[in-house]
């Protein structure tokens, strides 16, 4: 990339890297534990039945607000920290702003979890359950972020043409402070009725599309040719994809409340939007497919490619089930069915979420000078159980979705569709327990690797 071997040492604060990438993954296991224990309730189990600070809708918000700003802003921060540096040859513009933004985002994790659990205090919006006395701070946090690592990408800009990886991060940088003011404040204090509910829902699909969608595709563009050794097959495309999503992702999120109040044009907008993204997904999914052509025997033995390039695939399939299930005739029968909650998982955990562990487990060994992790037999193992699990989650609750809408469709009585659900909620707690384990496995490995003595070669943090 842009600097050298000897000047990587410098330009990464490789501190930086370490404490986002292990919040983050203490975070993603709470997370985890937290979903896991809000299926019991649905099982009939849950086990801390009259504790208040512990109910079951509590519980749940963590698992969401958690996975948000817990997991995946110190995951893809501390990527950044590891990544922005290396392709454009600067460094990020102070480290010890880099610190204070760190100990304030762990600040305002634990103040959202308090106030949930133990005050009650949550705002009614998916992914933007912080206090709102709280949302102001995070902008002005993302303000930070956005000088943080804008700085280099100005630099490399002013020297040439950025990479595409720069376009994906510089936009981010730009759209996610918007985002998070106009889905936590604008309803709040402007906006009212139908509304609010048009800006909110715009909000839930943004922070995925405008914040999380493109610097997970900008450190891929990244990290795919830095592990296969190879550029990307097509530039062009790589353009077309992020254009697509520039210009046709803002509007997805009215399709979150099809059928309400909210005007029909701003609906229809939505489902062309939504149809239309999935044409710049499949030209980015083509892009890094022919890249892989000829190099496919990595994924028999390359673990972290191996997360990416299966999370590339689950990415596919949750937007071509969406370019379907957004239409009003879907609608009808999938709307508040478990088919979404099912939708939520594999995009969110079996793409992001495993992107990033793949990204992390690279990463990892690197920062402590060692080859590769400490176990391949953990790296394996947490792999499948993590992928087989998500995998058995999706397709449990996609059918669990249809059963309940063509039930509520039949118009029988709503006690039959939550006995016709109980065998897939089991079977999605099962899944759970697969997902766990693995992050467990995968947990375990980082501490072995972090602390074992062997294996150190000076020379991968230069590589």
């Given at each position: 990339?842009a ?6 040492q ?5 501190g ?13 296991i709470?997370?985890?534990l937290m979903?896991?224990?809000y ?5 009939g ?20 607000a ?13 990527l ?8 454009t ?9 880099g610190?204070?933004?760190f100990i304030a ?5 634990l ?40 700085a ?9 043409p950025?990479?595409v990886?720069?376009?994906y991060?510089?936009a ?5 402070p918007l ?25 839930i ?8 969608t ?10 795919v ?5 190879k ?14 999503l520039a210009?046709?992702y ?21 489902v ?6 999935e044409?710049?997904v499949?030209s ?9 052509r ?13 997360y ?28 508040f069915t ?6 939520a998982?594999?995009?969110?955990f ?5 992107w ?5 487990e690279?990463?990892?060994p ?21 992928m087989?699990g ?25 006690i039959?569709?939550v006995?016709?659900?109980?065998p ?35 020379e991968?943090?230069?590589?």
């Open positions: 990339m600097a050298n071997n000897q000047e990587l410098n330009l990464v604060n490789y930086l890297v370490k404490a986002h990438v292990a919040m983050g993954l203490i975070f993603f709470i997370v985890a979903g896991f224990l299926s019991l309730q649905l099982d189990i849950y086990p801390l039945a009259g504790i208040e600070f512990l109910s079951p809708g509590r519980v749940r918000m963590i698992h969401t958690g996975a948000a700003y817990g997991f995946l802003v110190n995951m893809f921060t501390g950044l920290y590891w990544a922005v540096p290396r392709f040859g600067y460094r990020i513009l102070s480290n010890a702003l610190w204070f933004m985002l762990q600040a305002a994790v103040i959202t979890v308090v106030a949930i659990l133990f005050l009650g205090m949550a705002d009614n919006v998916e992914w933007g359950e912080t206090p709102w006395w709280l949302d102001p701070i995070i902008v002005f946090w993302l303000l930070l972020h956005l000088l943080q690592f804008g280099p990408l100005f630099k490399a800009s002013q020297r040439g950025l990479y990886t720069g376009w991060i510089a981010m940088l730009v759209w996610t985002v998070v003011f106009m889905g936590n404040l604008i309803p709040r204090f402007w906006a009212v009725g139908s509304g609010a509910g048009a800006v909110q829902s715009t909000f699909h943004d922070l995925v599309g405008l914040y999380v493109p610097v997970a595709w900008g450190l891929m563009y990244y990290f040719p830095v592990i296969m050794k550029p990307m097959w097509s530039h062009g495309l790589s353009l077309l994809g992020f254009w697509g210009f046709f803002p509007m997805n999120g009215v399709h979150h409340f099809l059928w309400s109040p909210i005007p029909m044009f701003a609906q229809y907008s939505a062309f939007a939504t149809v239309a993204v044409f710049a499949t980015v999914l083509i892009n890094f497919m022919m890249t892989l000829g190099s496919a025997e990595q994924l028999k033995y390359n673990v972290p490619l191996r990416m390039y299966t999370g590339a695939i689950f990415y596919w399939i949750t937007c071509f089930q969406c370019a379907f299930h957004v239409t009003l005739t879907f609608q009808k029968v999938i709307h478990d088919w979404v909650t099912g939708h998982h594999l995009i969110m079996g793409t992001f979420g495993l990033v562990l793949g990204m992390a690279y990463v990892w690197r920062l402590f000078g060692k080859e590769t992790m400490y176990s391949k037999g953990l790296s394996e193992g947490a792999y499948w159980l993590l087989i998500v995998l058995a989650m999706f397709f449990d609750l996609t059918a669990a979705g249809l059963v309940q809408g063509f039930d509520w469709i039949g118009l029988n009585p709503w039959d569709s006995n016709f659900s109980k897939f909620w089991y079977f999605r707690s099962i899944a759970g327990i697969m997902m766990i384990t693995g992050l467990f496995m995968y947990a375990l490995n980082f501490y072995k690797t972090a602390t074992a003595k062997t294996g150190l070669t000076a991968l943090r230069e590589a």
